[in-house]
């Protein structure tokens, strides 16, 4: 997808969100005041001065829910992912104790259980953070431009070079899939072959790779 329309695809997905929080959160201040879910300042800790209701989370949530439901009604691809599934059952775990926890309180060791078994839900299902990239850099391997580091393909070539090593024709064995300025390199520096053996949520480097006539054997190690 280009920038300007996942520019314009979140853009509006906040939108959306946004709204339905806007709309729900005096109902979730209704049930709130109906459940007793009020946070009285009874102590020093508390910024307001009078007592607020809480519950406020539901209307995030059901507006998240809300809105996963609309776009997934408007994209072509309907299936959720398994990881996202996971996300989704491990967030109504959190929420259901975030409720709880607002009626009447829940003890912390109790709240971070949960947050333990939420998070285990997750990563069961398959999300797992190897990596942390900003949304629109999507072509330039996230935070490459902060780090001091090189990617090693990049170094690999460099250290050719520098040492005078042909790699014309030559096979590159990578721990993860390059991203997209290393498919560039390896492209331009003449190597035929590709062996990875880890993911990189770079499709841009696959097909340039593919498309430059390299060619590519994924292992499993
Ligand atoms: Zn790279």
Known sequence: MENQSIIS?????????M?????????ARRLACRL????????????HEKPIPILGGIAIYVSFIV???IFAAFSKNMN??????????GATLI????????????????????????????????VIINFIKFPLANTEGGLVFLCRG????????????LHGVKIEGATIYVTAQPCSVCAKMIINSGIKRLVYAG????ELAIQMLRESGIIIEKVMI
């Not at 709204?19 to 109902?27: A, G, K, W």
């Not at 007793?36 to 910024?47: H, L, T």
């Not at 959720?80 to 059952?89: A, V």
């Not at 090189?150 to 070079?161: D, G, K, P, T, Y």
């Open 95 to 126: 929420l259901v104790v975030g409720i709880v926890d607002d009626i009447k309180q829940v003890p912390a060791g109790y709240k971070l259980a949960v947050q333990i078994l939420a998070a285990s839900i997750a990563v069961y299902n398959g």
């Open 36 to 47: 007793g879910a009020i946070d009285v300042p009874k102590d020093n800790r508390r910024v």
């Open 9 to 17: 695809h979140m853009s509006s997905v906040f939108v959306i969100a």
């Open 67 to 69: 809105t996963i439901v």
């Open 150 to 161: 090189l990617h090693a393909e990049q170094n690999a070539i460099i250290q050719a070079s």
């Open 199 to 202: 993911d990189y949520p770079d």
């Open 80 to 89: 959720l992912s398994r990881g996202f599934k996971g996300i989704l059952l």
């Open 19 to 27: 709204i339905i929080s806007y709309i729900l959160t005096p109902y």
